[in-house]
């Protein structure tokens, strides 16, 4: 049984997720976006066994050294995107002065992959890696919940137009994996309100089956 916490930080509201299993004592935590007070108190005396990014926009990113060293866990990245957390050119904070001080931070400690199996939490967590709206963009796999960061949203899909982006990929990740899934599966995005797989098939109005 997964249970899902989820707080939205920074100016552009980003979802970040505190997730618990059987031991509530245990957590892990999913895309630390800016000022991330809020999480940390509520995983205060927690052990966080991994910090999963589902890509290194900064938006997404902008709290994991507070995050990272208050909890003292590894973080796990695309390879695609190893090189951005270290560039704020790269992870875009550069791009957005009036939002963000330049993002940097140390690299991630592992890899992720396409198909990869995390047992984080007494859980198992698929990989699935869906590009499109950064190269190294994936989505995570718990059971019926799925973390798709910036690829697939209530009724929209992430933008393409920023370095990396590629709309073909993005719609092919769609279509090719997350809309392959269950239709009860709950999409849990990187920004906005949850969905489900089935809801969007239905009513996606950029991506429809």
Sequence with gaps: MLNIRSYNLGALQTNAYL????DPAKGVIIDPGANPAALLRAAEGMEIEAILLTHAHFDHIAGL???RKAKKCP???HPLESEWLGSPKLNGSLMWPDTTPPVSTDPAEYDLAEGQVLNLLGLTFRV???PGHSPGSVSFLCGNDLFSG????????G???????????L?????GKLYRLDEEVKVYPGHGPRTSIGYEKLHNPYVQV
């Design 19 to 22: 997730l618990t299993g059987a």
């Design 128 to 130: 699935l890696h869906t």
């Design 150 to 157: 910036d690829v697939l949203f209530k009724m929209g899909v």
């Design 75 to 77: 973080v796990y990245l």
């Design 171 to 175: 719609f092919d990740s769609i279509r």
């Design 65 to 67: 050294d507070e995050v």
């Design 159 to 169: 933008r393409t137009d920023l370095p990396g982006g590629r709309e073909r990929d």
